[in-house]
C-alpha cells in the first residue's frame, strides 16, 4: 500500500518537490560563491585598497600614483572576482546540468528495477 | 463541518504511516538494503556476470522509499475540509480514536507537547483535569466543536492539544467562574495558545537556512582593524538570530532608519528614548535585517555591518587627548574608506561629555554628521538629548531624531513571550502566562527608572530567583517586587499576616492609649491594601491628625511603623518646620545622590513606609501645593524628573491647628463627632489650611486631651518601656498605686498631654533606679519597689 502511494507520489508531487529543492540549491550555491555581488562589484577596487580620493588641492604626480594605485587594486579585485565568477558559474552550470538530466530521467527511475532485469537477461556486461 | 474523529481520514493513515517509516530503524534498515543492491550489483558487474544489472536496478526502490518518507512524510498539512480530523495536530491524529471519550481526552492532552505547555503555563495540572471530568459533556462533540471555534478565535492553523485543552474548559459549565478563581480568563488561555503557535513557529524558523551574502561578500569593502578593536560588531552578533520586532512602531522605526540611509542628506538617526525601550533591539533587528539577503532593501544597504563603538574601551587605550584624538580619527577615517560600515554610538552622551568612561568628541563628530558621509546611529534617552541639544545646538540640529516609545500591555506581553524561552534556557525554570502578566503590572507599578518592556523583562529575570519547584509563578514576581524594592504587594496569604491585619487595633493599643477614631481610621486603610482592595494609584491611607501636643499624634506613626510595617525604621520623618521657605521646595525633591535625607530619596529607598510630615501647618504653602500630587496620585517627581512612588507609603501629617479649640470642646463634654465639621471649617476660613489641601487626606482625625486616667495607662506604658532598657541587667521596678498617683498629679498638663509625664518618670523612677544600681542595692535578679516617700524625696 505504502509503495503504491509512493510511485503516485513520485509522477506527482514528488517531481515538485525535487524541482524546488534544486532551486533552493541553485540558490544557496549562488548566495554562497556571492554571485550578485561579484556581478556587481567586478571592476572595485579590492578591499577598498587605496581608497584615498584625490582633491582640488592634490599634485598631479600623486594623482597619477593615486590613478595607478586605484588601478592595480581594481585589477586585483577583478581577477579575484573572476576566478570566484568562474568557479561559481561552472558549479553552476554542472549542477543544473545533472539536476537537468535527473529532472528529465525522474520518470524513468521508478522504471530501473525492470530495465536492470532487461539488461541482465539480455546479458550486457560493462 | 463535523466535529468528530473520523479514523478513515487520509491523514490518520499518513500519520501512522509516518510513525512506523519514519523511524531510525527503517530508515537504517533502506540504506542498508540501497547499499548492499548498488554495491552487490557492482560487484557481480565487475565479476563479468550480467545478472548485477538487476540489483542495481532494485536498487533504486530503497532509495525512492528513503526520498518518499523524508518528503511527503515530513510534514503533515491540514486537509482541505473544515472537518475536525481535517484540522487536527499530527500528534492528535496518533492519539485520538472514534471511542475517545472526554474522560480519555484528559489523559491523552498531557502528553501532547501543546497540551503539557497550556497546563504548565497556566498552572493547570492533571488532578485539576480529573476533578473536571464529572461535569464535562457525555461526548466529544461540543469539545471539538469548541475547539473548532477557539482555533478562529486564535488564528490556530491547526487543532493542536493546546486548543483542545481550552476547548475542554469552555465547554464546563460556569468555566468563567472556575477560572475567575484562578485569576485566569479565557482570554488569557487563547492568549497562551498564540504564544504556543509563536514559539512553535520560532522553531520552525531555525530550520530554514539563512543566506548572508557569501564568500566574497565583502570583497569590495575595506578592512577596519582599529574599529574592530574598539567596536562590537552587531551584525556579526545578530546575523540570523531571528530577532523579531514585536512593536509596530518598531518596524517603522526600523523602516524610517532604511530609508534615511537610503536618501541623500544627513546620514544619522538619533534614537531618543528611555533606556528599556526597545531602542538597541532597533538596532539590533536592523544589523539582522541588513544582513539577510532575503529581505527587501535597498542595495545601498545590503550587507552594510553595524559596530557598537565602545567608549570606555577608547579611553583607556588612549594615553592622552591627542592620542584619543587619533584614534577617533583613524577609526572615522577607516569606516568611510571601508563603505560598509554603520557606527552606532549606544549611549551617545558619553562621546559628548568629559567624565569617567566618557569622552567629548563632538567637534570631531559634528562636522562628520553634517557632511553625511558615514551612517551613525546614535542612542540615547530624552534627558541627555535635551541636555546635548542646550549644551551644543549645532550638534542636535544635525541629527535626524526618532523617540522610541514605550511598549504598551499588548506589546510588552508579546515581547516577553518572545524572550522567555531564552530566560527559560539560561535559568533551567519555567515561567507561567501570570508571572507575565504580573511582571507587567508591578515593573509599571515599582521601577519608575526604565520603561517597558526592559522594566518587565528586568523583574521576570530577578523573580527566576524565587521560582518554586523552578516554576516562575506571580507569587515569585511578586516575592521577586517585595525583596527587590522594599513593598508589600501579596495580598496577606498567611495566618500570621491576616491575623496581624484583623486585630491591628489591639496590637496598635498596646502601646497607644485611646485615639480611639484615628487607630480605627489607619487599620481600615491597612486592611483594604492587605486584603488588595485599596487604589492602587494613592497611597494606602491619607491622614491629617489635629489635636493638642502629647496625645500621641506622632505615637501612632511610630506605632504603625513598628506594628505593620517592620520596625521604627520604616518611619520616614519630615519636620516640617524646617520648609518654611518656598525654596525648601527643592529639598524635598533632592536627588538622593546630593541629599539622602530628601523626602524623594527616602521613600525611593523604602517605599513601603509610614511617611510622618510633623507640624504640617508651619510648613510653607508651596512645599503644601508639592505634596498635593503626593496625596492625590501617590507620585512626586524629584529633581531629576523621576517618578517616585508613595503608593505603598501610609502618608500621616500632623498638625496643633486647632488644639485649644479641641480641648476647650472635650472639656465641656462634647464628643469630636459633634464638633469636627465645625472645626474643619474653622481651619479653613481662619486660613490656616486651603480647602484643596485638607481634601486631599483621606480622612482628618482629631485627637483628644488625655485625661488622669489615660494617664495612667500612659504611666504604665513608660515604666514598662523602662522595664525593658533595664532587662539586659536583669533588672525590674514596679511603682506601687500611690506613688502612681503622685507621679500623675505631678505629670498632669492638659496643654502638654503626656510629655511631661516622661519627663517626670526619667527625674524619679529612673533616678532612684540608677541611684540603686550604683549603690549596688540592685543586683540582677531583684525588683525596685517605688514607694510614694522615695518620689516625694527624688
Redesign the interface.
Known sequence: M??T??FF??YS??WQ?FIAKIRTWL??VT?????D??V??LF??????S??SATSTTSLDLKFHMFIDRLVSRLI?FI??LI?LIIGTVIIILGSILSLILIILWPV??L?????????I????? | MKNSFDPKNPRVKKAY?KRI?NSPAVLVLNLVIFIALLFG?SAL?YL???????????S??PA??I??IK??LSYINIGKTDNFTDLISESLLLSLSENTTPANLIKILPKTRSGSFIMARFGLPIPFFNQIIEFLPAATEPIYAAAHDIREVTDSEEITGAVLTVAIISTLPNYELLLNQMKLTMADLHQGIIWFNYLNGMVKNTKK?I?????????????TPTLQRFAINLSERYSGSHTKVQQADHTKIINQIIDTFTHGGRQNVALVGAYGSGRSTIVNSLAETLMN?DTKIP?SLK?RQIYSLDAPSLISAAKNDGELEYLIISILNEIY???NIILCLDNAHLFFEEGPGSVDIANLLVPVLEAGRIRIVLIMDDQKFLEISAKNPALANTLNKIVVKPADRTETLKILMDQVPFFEYQKNVIYTYKSLTEAYRLSEQYIHDVEMPGKAKLLLESAASYAINNVVTSESVQTAVEKSYGVKVKVASDEEDRAKLLNLESLIHDRMIDQVEAVSAVSNALRRAGAGVKNQSRPIGTFLFLGPTGVGKTELAKTLSEVYFGGEGNLIRLDMNEFVAASDVSRLIKDGASDSLSLTAQVMKQPFSVVLLDEIEKAHPSVLTTLLQVLDEGILRDEKNREISFRDSIIIATSNAGANEIRDKITAGEKINDFKEALIENLISSGEFKPEFLNRFDEICLFKPLSKEDLLQVLDLIIASTNKTLEPQKISVTVNPEAKQILIDKGYDPKMGARPMRRIVQKTVENIVAAAILSGHATPGSTLHITPNEIEIN
Open positions: 505504502a509503495i502511494e509512493m507520489w513520485w508531487q514528488g518537490v540558490s544557496g548566495d554562497f560563491f556571492s554571485m555581488s561579484l556587481r562589484t572595485k577596487p579590492y578591499r577598498q585598497i581608497a584615498e579585485g579575484s572576482r570566484l527511475i521508478p530501473l528495477p525492470i530495465v536492470g532485469i532487461i539488461l541482465s539480455a546479458g550486457v556486461i560493462l | 504511516q517509516l550489483g558487474l563479468k556476470e550480467s545478472i548485477g544489472w538487476t540489483p542495481i536496478g532494485f533504486v526502490l525512492m522509499l526520498y518518499w518528503n511527503a537556512t543566506r548572508s551574502g557569501g564568500i566574497a561578500r565583502d570583497f569590495a569593502f575595506g578592512y539577503a542595495h550587507y574608506s571601508a563603505k
